[in-house]
């Protein structure tokens, strides 16, 4: 700090985990915080919908005005579950993402958002197996004998986990990637295994075909800690290394030795990640794998497991936070439906049109799927569009009202993790900019505008922490508002490192790993493992494939977190939007190396400059993401040809089950 203004940023030394280090994005977190078209005044609308033009307001007109209309929407015949939240971890932590505000829309009667665009789908599958999505302790990597790194490209979404896999290595371990792109992470390992996409959970139950086969499983484990071993095994008996050759892509050979790999080491660790459930069947998919630690008996040892998150592991007081009683009984819309929500009479789920919007922490013109239909949702005259930023984003431009947000530097926060066991405190180290205000300053100030008076709406942000914390759960033991001021975290109640389930206690209602769900049986889905095909499985849609002959992967660029950053000069690099083509694939298209393309499905289309090259399995495309849409230079970004469907479980996005065509731009 000098004079007031934050001079440089990096990681705490001290931490366990991040040991002093910050991933590329956060290290340019000054040069986002002090960007010069950074928001700082309220802004009100003056130009078109959509046009991006503003003209500075007070807060005293904006509070005026968004709580007039939003009390005049609330008291309609619509009532107030006409008015509709969007949000989700544009600003992490509790206090800003998850508290006051959800007081604030429980109380006023609005509709409810499932916020379900990240992880539900992998969250769920993990419930439906080991009880909740807690995982394996990354602390414990370094003695596993053996990595897989499934669907993660481990150093551009989780760096400080990268350590704990190189000193694994350094012992000994076999580190490999299961993933259909050949990320900057599988390009450190001993071997890429480029699996074609949507298929893993086939993949799994081929390495169980195998580790039954010949003898490998742990018989002890099985017998005292899980539920339908002997109907598992018949399962994986349908699964031969032929069978899932011909589904993954993958040689028989490779599968073969992976499975043996895997059941002769004694502590292999599995990290997978959200990008493999992003299809039809990925709850199924993170159910899958996670029965393998329980086949094997890799549970028992430090190293050994599973990891989709450890974020289950946390136990704030949410009902404290959020206030859930105050709320009616309401709709729930869910977030990755945004465009059905905007444009549809009904909103898709019943009750009355969606007559006002009020985002935060999000951009969702950007980052929701089937953007066109999004944006002709935003361009509703009779839509009244609050959005709470730091940038005049995408969505922003559509607002009719743009509120200053404070960053992390300017605001009280708390936070959990999702890959370690360490709860963060957040202290403001500077001022806020300008006008700026954290979120949950505008919504105490705006539930004062429209007369709610409730106490629960009048406490400060040190008040909600100590609320959050106010948890008599065990793992929390320890965790306190003095402690976290005193170091800046501080650890869960739990041992390091953490072996969750070495002697069974899964949180599932046998208390077993469960191979079969009765849970799962009652939401119509086959209780066992299986591999449940993406919606646009080539192999099924022969039609829409013959038109469409690629799957487009849209994972996050590695400078940016989704559409956060896309705006810093030094992150983007002069560069714009890139497709990477495999070289069969683009010799069939005539595309060569720099080349102008359309990818384009009967959803939309966005262009992008081709790369060339083997990093992708034949009949993949990447398109690294989220660019912003005013950013790109036909104004589109990948989500413009992605689906609004939903997952087998948890109602997620299925933004890689998505067929395109690649050709070059006119």
């Given amino acids: 700090m000098e004079h007031g203004r934050a001079t440089r940023i990096q990681g705490d030394p001290g931490h366990p985990f991040t040991q002093g280090f910050l991933c590329a994005k956060v290290n340019r977190y000054l040069e986002r915080t002090y960007h010069r078209d950074r928001l700082t005044t309220p802004l009100r609308r003056v130009g078109p919908k959509g046009s991006g033009q503003f003209e500075r307001a007070t807060w005293d007109e904006a509070l005026d005005a968004i709580a007039a209309r939003l009390n005049a929407i609330a008291q309609s015949s619509d009532g107030p579950q006409a008015i509709l939240p969007y949000s989700y971890a544009g600003t992490m932590g509790l206090v800003q993402g998850a508290s006051m505000d959800r007081r604030f829309f429980n109380l006023l009667g609005a509709s409810q958002l499932d916020r379900t665009i990240c992880s539900m789908a992998g969250t769920v599958g993990m419930k439906m197996t080991i009880g909740a999505n807690t995982g394996a302790d990354g602390e414990g990597l370094p003695q596993s004998d053996l990595v897989l790194l499934w669907g993660t490209n481990t150093l551009t979404a989780n760096p400080h986990l990268w350590p704990f896999v190189r000193r694994a290595h350094e012992n000994g371990a076999r580190v490999v990637a299961i993933d259909p792109i050949r990320t900057r992470t599988a390009d450190q390992c001993d071997e890429w295994i480029g699996i074609r996409p949507g298929t893993d959970a086939a993949l799994a139950l081929g390495m169980m075909h195998v580790i039954f086969a010949e003898g490998l499983e742990d018989d002890d484990y099985l017998a005292r800690y899980t539920l339908g071993a002997a109907e598992l095994r018949e399962r994986a008996r349908e699964y031969t290394p032929a069978r ?319 559409s956060t950053f896309v705006n810093v000069e030094s992150l983007r690099r002069n ?22 393309v359309v990818v384009e499905n009967d959803r939309g289309h966005f262009t992008g400059v081709a790369k060339v090259g083997d990093a992708v399995r034949e009949g993949v495309v990447w398109a690294p993401s989220i660019w912003w849409m005013k950013l790109s230079p036909d104004h589109a970004n990948a989500n413009a040809t992605t689906s609004q469907r939903e997952t087998d479980m948890g109602h997620g996005p299925v933004f890689y089950d998505n067929l395109v065509e690649v050709s070059p731009a006119d």
């Fill in 244 to 562: 899932v050759a011909s589904i993954t892509g993958i040689a028989e050979d490779r599968i073969m030795d992976l499975a043996r790999a895997y059941g002769r080491a004694k502590a292999a660790f599995v990290r997978i990640n959200y990008g493999l459930q992003r299809h039809a069947g990925g709850g199924m998919a993170v159910r899958t794998i996670a029965c393998l630690p329980a086949v094997t008996g890799h549970w028992r040892r430090a190293g050994g497991g599973v990891q989709l998150s450890t974020s289950a592991n946390f136990q704030f007081n949410r009902k404290a936070l959020e206030r859930p009683e105050l709320s009616p009984p309401g709709r729930l819309i869910n977030m990755i439906r945004l465009g059905e929500a905007l444009t549809r009479s009904d909103a898709g789920v019943g009750g009355p049109p969606v007559k006002a919007l009020v985002v935060y922490n999000s951009n969702p013109a950007a980052v929701a799927p089937d953007s066109n239909e999004v944006l002709r949702g935003l361009a509703r005259e009779d839509l009244f569009t609050v959005v709470l930023e730091h940038f005049q984003t995408d969505t922003a431009d559509w607002a009719d009202w743009v509120l200053p947000a404070t960053t992390q530097l300017e605001h009280w926060d708390v936070h959990y993790a999702y890959g370690h066991l360490y709860v963060t405190l957040n202290r403001p180290a500077i001022a806020p900019l300008g006008e700026a205000k954290p979120n949950s300053e505008i919504f105490r100030l705006l539930a004062a505008r429209m007369g709610l008076k409730h106490p629960a709406l009048q406490d400060d942000d040190v008040t909600i922490i100590r609320q959050s914390l106010d948890s008599t759960h065990e793992k929390m033991k320890g965790v306190t508002f003095d402690a976290l001021m005193a170091n800046g975290w501080a650890r869960l109640n739990l041992p390091v490192p953490y072996v969750p389930f070495a002697e069974g206690g899964f949180p599932t209602p046998s208390g077993k790993c469960e191979f079969v769900s009765e849970r799962m049986r009652e939401m119509g889905l086959d209780p066992l493992p299986a591999f449940t095909p993406p919606y646009e499985f080539p192999e099924n849609v022969p039609e829409l494939a013959a038109r469409f002959p690629l799957t487009l992967i849209s994972s996050p660029r590695h400078q940016f977190l989704n």
């Fill in 575 to 596: 560069a714009e939007p890139e497709v990477l083509v495999h070289p069969r694939d683009a010799a069939r298209r005539g595309i060569a190396e720099g080349m102008r």
